[in-house]
């Protein structure tokens, strides 16, 4: 009994050390772009949208926002091309279909590829960004225009609506 614990304690070490730390990725690597939604008549006051959904041009609704309630979210960027376009709907009257309202934001950029680890692989970092709107419910958005988007730890975007 105790030969067999012996032989799987050392197997198990084995193993273990065997791992470099460069094995686990622990950083987010592409980040995504963070909106903020606002309540117009009172720019400093978050206002969630009712009735949310998210897609990006020619895909299916992003499932994690599909009919929910939030008051940001956060939005991958594609990193093989230098444009994003998303179409957000919302329905601030009841639920019914009849009463969604859409909008649709193109997000335009460049990319830049960074290495980041061999466990992380490579980053995109979104450069020169600059972001439309069509005349939906979004009635304006700050900043028009950002330097990079490099991480996800506050709002890039806020929306007021």
């Known amino acids: 009994m105790n030969k067999r614990f012996l032989i799987l304690l050392i197997f198990t070490l084995a193993i273990i050390s065997g791992c470099e730390k ?23 006051t978050l ?18 926002y599909r009919s929910v309630v939030l008051d940001s979210v ?44 061999r466990s992380c692989g490579f980053q995109t970092i979104f450069n020169s960004v600059t972001i439309s709107s069509n005349n939906g419910w979004i009635q304006s958005f700050t900043p028009n225009s950002l330097t990079t988007i490099n991480n996800e730890a506050s709002a890039h975007v806020q929306i007021f609506h």
């Open 22 to 44: 460069d094995d686990i990725c622990l950083l987010p690597t592409t980040p995504k772009l963070i909106l903020r939604f606002y309540d117009k008549a009172n720019p400093t």
């Open 47 to 64: 206002k969630s949208v009712e009735s949310l959904s998210i897609w990006a041009e020619g895909k299916d609704t992003i499932s994690k």
């Open 74 to 117: 956060a939005i991958p960027l594609n990193v093989n091309t230098t444009q994003t376009v998303y179409h957000l709907k919302a329905n601030f009257v009841d639920g019914n279909m009849a009463n969604n309202t859409s909008n649709t934001i193109t997000i335009n950029y460049n990319t830049i590829d960074k290495y980041v680890s």
